[in-house]
């Protein structure tokens, strides 16, 4: 029986966000980024279709610990690095690379008197002041990085961008002539762009790239959806309808009555809610589609449920599909209505919504 609520993902429309980062940046490496459980899809599962990528980057160390048990043997690059000397013994053993960002890092790793040949990527903070150096820190950092007979050479060299989703803003060229200007000289390895710098910002393509929200298909900026940028959405989410019943003029709708109906209506109550990862805050208005049509959304999402009006006349019944977002119904649009970003709807996809793989449901 299909669950009453569940996520469809098309693979191969993982593999088609692939190839157009490939022809985005075809003399650049690729990093697919597969943190936060492959951004909700399934970590695995994403690093199964993403094969074809020329390595994978993950935030946590326990994340590439994962990959490397269930048999993936392509380089895999720890963003958040390690924070103490047991997890860079764990990134050792798995063969992992690491982000150097801070001084407590350089000084576990100034502890290990047994040769290793672990990876770094250096991160130089070009203005997003969170993880990394400064530049004027950068050269006595490197030096440090050079004496630790734990790190591979030569040392690899990134930074991440604060504001790359804005084409409007100078603060990504900025960014990237501090960065350029700070490590001219410097051997290794370098990487800048994310999705927001592959497909808005030619300057910021390097030897690698790190193209994260876009390979789910997602655009990384706000005023614009993947499938405008020629990408492939890997998610949709679906439920169905559990009730409809007539309404009158003066009833109110869920917790609150925050929501007052003017005219006699058909109700619909759609089996999702908050506690399978459907934006809370999404307001009265929010476009969900019922047997393929676009109805609002009324009244506060519960835990379980959402309510929708279906409109004079409607014959729509229980058991009706509900489209909550996927084709005709972007997630980014979701987005706009919840006051949120595409990120935090397909990370947000909770436990108990069953994940169905698009080849399988077709069956």
Known sequence: MTPTAYAVLDLD???????????CAPNAKIMAVIKANGYGHGLLRIAEALQPADAFAVARVDEGIRLRKAGFTKRIAVLEGFTCAEEFKELLHYQLDTVVHSLNQLDILATVTEPAACPVWLKLD??????????????????????????????????????????????????????????AGFAGERSLA???????????????????????????????????????P???LHSRLIAVKPIEAGDTVGYGGSWTCEKPTTLGIVAIGYGDGYPRYAKTG??????????????????????????????????????????????????????????????????????????????
């Open 286 to 363: 929010t476009p969900v589609l019922v047997n393929g049509l676009r109805v609002p959304l009324i009244g506060r999402v519960s835990m379980d449920m959402i309510s929708v009006d279906l409109g004079t006349g409607s014959h729509a019944k229980p058991g009706d599909p509900v489209t909550l977002w996927g084709e005709g119904l972007p997630v980014e649009e979701i987005a706009l209505w919840a006051d949120t970003i595409p990120y935090t709807l397909v990370c947000g996809v909770t436990r108990r919504v069953r994940i169905v793989e698009k080849t399988d449901f077709e069956k």
């Open 13 to 23: 429309a993982a593999r088609h966000n692939l190839s157009k980062v490939r022809s």
């Open 194 to 232: 994310n999705s927001a710098g592959i497909l808005g910002w030619e300057q910021s393509l390097s030897d690698w790239v790190r193209p994260g929200v876009m390979l789910y298909g997602i655009s990384p900026f706000p005023d614009s959806t993947g499938e405008q940028l020629g990408l492939r």
């Open 126 to 183: 070009t203005g997003m002041n969170r993880l990394g150096f400064k530049a004027k820190e950068l050269s006595s950092v490197y030096q440090r990085l050079n004496q630790c007979v734990g790190v591979k050479r030569p040392i690899n060299l990134m930074t991440h961008f604060a504001n790359a989703d804005n084409i409007n803003d100078p603060k990504t060229l900025q960014q990237i002539d501090l960065f350029n200007q700070t490590l």
């Open 234 to 236: 890997v998610m949709e």
